[in-house]
């Protein structure tokens, strides 16, 4: 068999961390397994383990028939639905069902299994709905409008069973009570009071007035049997604990620093003064509260992030905590680890990465990614355990880029803030610590940072304001690590966009927006010589691993490979649009290069053409990160805020096409076989089709026409599939085209039409009414030359008969 044209180098996304969580409302199931959050226009499930998303609930507005209601029909422009915004949402206490309010004022329920609408109604408040919540039962929602009114819906039945007016709304925090007997709705107005009604009789049960700022959070003390207390907390910085009974604080406890959430660990004990609860502090730590004797008790470590939200997975016994950069934190909140007074941070999952500035792999193995976004923080993913993530918090300003220590467990990160830290991570216990600092390394933004290849005793920094620093890396007594500035130089006009180090760590390389790349000594400040060639700003330079070349990559839309012995562009690459980012791949076989399009492009050094594009990303794509260890995955992250690995799936690519070329050549057999017998031509017809034969089709069919008999001819069409009329229809745009073959395919688009007409939706071809259009002057034209031909006999017909 001939192996050429075989698949010469394929990747193929492997897993992809993209935003799920844009701000607002968080819901944890039942059994701890996924975690519900509002993206926008669609609510994300994420797998907790893994922390890929599962579903997403509202990109699509199909509405199903099922026991709770009949079909509902949709009107409207489908592309107003599917951008309508979702300001909140909830989730039934048996995780079956979700409701989710628009910005439209339409509530639509889903199904959670599904992913289909099984409701759809109109939400009745005279504005948008801010707040839904369903009952303890689970076939109760309420619904709270920014018109200062809450609606009780029974979903179930299609009705609204009474609208709530007497508080001062709008009501941001909402729960019924968890005993279903006493039907009970809690809502905090924007006076700071808590309201409490009996949705069943409609009425105003109790006022609970204490909070003198926004009421952020509360939750019921106590079993699903009894729970007549009530926590709640504030801005106001107090944690305030009702006695539902008769409205009446049963315990005020001043915690010294606003209120987010809370929690209550006990379970099945109505006695407030033996249980502990858990509080989410704006400061960034979790707080237990005796609430018996007002003891607080911090149970995190300082992990330098703002707190919002707080769950509670009774199952899983787990909290989660949601922070301002839309990262979750889940801790272990066990009785063991409670008691100890200290909660574990067993996962993170990050809900929202903004723009991913770089990225690189980390520690030995490659086993860990570090990830540098349009924050001060750098997050840490452990890619040999589902990705679980760290945050290291140690810069003032924005993170611009990474580089680690081939084989060691070093990072260097640089950024706004003009500093440059010194990373070290644990892999044992995955713990980040900050080794060194140097807080006034440049002058400027430092735009990239670079170890030397394979060592860790020297690395190079440059800034926008044009220059170059190589600093060596020293371990001390006193300290661990310090940075001995070897030398500087101005190495640019402009700033400069990338630095990198030879595979000997003879000589260094920068680029800058100058248009130009210049290589230096690494021993001293001494310029080697000037790459000159690109149009405009040049964003990466890189060193062959193999060869002795330089790659670079420009605004210019080009990509130049260098050569080190005459400094002289020996290959060219072009792309569409601005290169920002390149890497060898494969031992330096292959370059990949990222565009500000989103595409990835995959390159042959040795014939100088583009083997594959990759498209996955919607906006810029900044960075690359290259595995050493195997060579068989890179990741790539990009302004649209996507992390996303690729894995090289040659191998599985060419046996594919090995098989399929094996198959192909087995039906060709078989259809030889079948023509030269000249026996089942249904089935060789029905083979022709599927290899795309005309040639072969108008020959079996020319048969059977030939014999005058046109009846096997309709048979064969009627037992064809939809696919396989699509196929014969293009057959008979190319017989169409001759006169030759016109009688044949005048026939076939006779049965075919004829099909159409009498069953338009079960024979029906796709695009039939473009065919149509397209073959009428043709059809017109053999017409036209038919009838000729027939004047022409009746014509000698004539002369016959005189004679």
């Known amino acids: 068999m001939n192996m050429s044209g075989l698949c010469e180098k394929s990747f193929a996304v492997a897993t992809k961390f993209s935003n799920f969580y844009g701000g607002g409302d ?92 099984v409701k759809l109604w109109k939400g009745q408040h005279k504005g948008p709905i801010v707040k839904v919540q369903f009952s303890t039962c689970g076939k109760i929602i309420c619904s709270s409008g920014a018109d200062s009114s809450l609606r009780i819906w029974d979903y179930v039945h299609s009705t609204c069973m009474c609208a709530l007016r007497e508080f001062s709304g709008p009501a941001l925090v909402l729960a019924f009570h968890p005993d279903i007997k006493r039907k009970e709705v809690y809502a905090a107005g924007a006076d700071n009071t808590i309201y409490c009604w009996n949705y069943a009789e409609k009425r105003l049960l109790r006022q609970m007035r204490g909070h003198l700022s926004q009421v952020t959070a509360i939750t019921f003390l106590g079993g699903e049997n009894g729970c007549d207390y009530l926590a709640s907390v504030s801005r106001d910085k107090v944690l305030i604990v009702w006695r539902l009974a008769d409205a009446t604080q049963h315990k005020v406890i001043p915690m010294f620093e606003e209120l987010e959430g809370v929690a209550c660990l006990v379970k099945n004990n109505n006695s407030p003064d033996v249980l502990n609860v858990v509080v989410s502090c704006a400061s960034g730590a979790l707080k237990l509260v005796d609430c018996k004797t007002s003891k607080l008790t911090t149970l995190t470590e300082d992990t330098s992030q703002e707190f919002r939200q707080l769950l509670h997975c009774k199952r899983s016994e787990q909290l989660a905590v949601i922070t301002v950069e839309q990262n979750i934190l889940i801790y272990e909140a066990t009785d063991e680890s409670v008691a100890a007074n200290k909660l574990e941070c067993a996962k993170q999952l990050i809900g929202f990465n903004d723009e991913i500035l770089d990225i690189c792999f980390w520690g030995e193995n490659d086993r860990f990614l570090a990830v540098a976004s349009n924050s001060k923080n750098i997050k840490i993913y452990d890619t040999e355990a589902n990705m679980n993530c760290k945050i290291a918090s140690g810069h003032n300003d ?53 170890f030397g290849c394979n060592t860790a005793a020297f690395f190079a920094s440059v800034s926008q304001d044009g220059s170059l620093k190589v600093w060596n890396l020293k371990k001390n007594k006193d300290a661990p690590h310090s940075f001995n500035l070897k030398y500087s130089a101005l190495s640019h006009d402009k700033e400069v966009n990338s630095v990198s180090f030879s595979p000997n760590n003879k000589l260094l390389a920068t680029a800058s927006q100058d248009k130009t790349a210049k290589l230096w000594s690494a021993d001293s400040n001494a310029l080697v010589g000037t790459l ?60 990949v290069s990222a565009a500000s399009d989103g595409l990835l492009k995959l390159w042959s050094i040795k014939t100088n053409e583009c083997v594959q594009t990759l498209d996955a990303h919607t906006d810029r794509i900044w960075s690359l990160a290259i595995s050493t260890r195997s060579g068989k995955c890179f990741y790539s992250g990009g302004a649209d805020s996507k992390l996303i690995q690729w894995q090289d799936v040659t191998t599985v690519c060419r046996n594919d096409e090995i098989e399929k070329r094996a198959e192909l050549v087995q039906q060709e057999q078989t259809l030889q076989s079948l023509l030269h017998q000249k026996k089942n031509l249904k089935k060789a017809f029905m083979l022709a089709l599927k290899l795309s034969k005309p040639k072969t089709t108008y020959n079996i069919l020319s048969d059977y026409v030939r014999e005058r008999n046109t009846e096997p001819v309709r048979e064969l069409i009627n037992a064809l599939n939809s696919d396989q009329r699509v196929t014969l229809m293009e057959h008979t745009k190319a017989w169409t085209t001759n006169s030759r073959h016109c009688k044949i395919a005048n026939l076939v688009l006779h049965y075919l039409l004829s099909d159409c007409i009498a069953a338009p939706t079960e024979h029906g071809v ?38």
Not at 65 to 88: R, V, W
């Open 26 to 117: 968080v819901v944890w199931s039942e059994n701890g397994e996924r975690i519900y959050c509002l993206n926008n226009t669609e609510v994300s499930a994420i797998n907790v383990s893994t922390g890929q998303l599962v579903r997403a609930y509202g990109t699509t507005v199909e509405v199903v028939e099922n026991d709770l209601t009949p079909a509902n029909k949709i009107e409207g422009n489908e592309d107003d639905q599917l951008e309508d915004e979702i300001p909140c949402f909830s989730l039934s206490p048996d995780n079956t069902l979700l409701v989710t309010a628009h910005r439209s004022g339409l509530l639509r329920l889903w199904s959670v299994e599904s992913g289909k609408v």
């Open 398 to 450: 924005t993170v611009m880029t990474l580089s680690a220590a081939g084989g060691t467990n070093l990072l260097l990160s640089a950024g706004k803030d003009l500093s440059i830290c010194l990373w070290r991570v644990n892999p044992n216990t995955f713990t980040l610590n900050c080794v060194a600092r140097n807080n006034s390394s440049h002058t400027s933004t430092i735009g990239c940072i670079a």
């Open 532 to 591: 000159r060639g690109h149009t405009r700003g040049v964003w990466c330079v890189r060193f062959s691993p193999a060869d002795q070349v330089v790659l670079t990559s420009s605004s210019d839309c080009t990509l130049r490979l260098w050569s080190l012995a005459t400094l002289t562009c020996i290959k060219r690459f072009e792309q569409e649009c601005t290169v920002l980012r390149a890497e060898f791949i494969d031992y330096g076989k292959y370059v």
């Open 766 to 803: 796709p695009g039939m009414r473009n065919v149509v259009e397209v073959l009428t002057p043709y059809l017109q034209r053999h017409h036209k030359r038919v009838n000729e031909l027939t004047k022409e006999l009746m014509f000698l017909e004539f002369i016959v008969n005189g004679i």
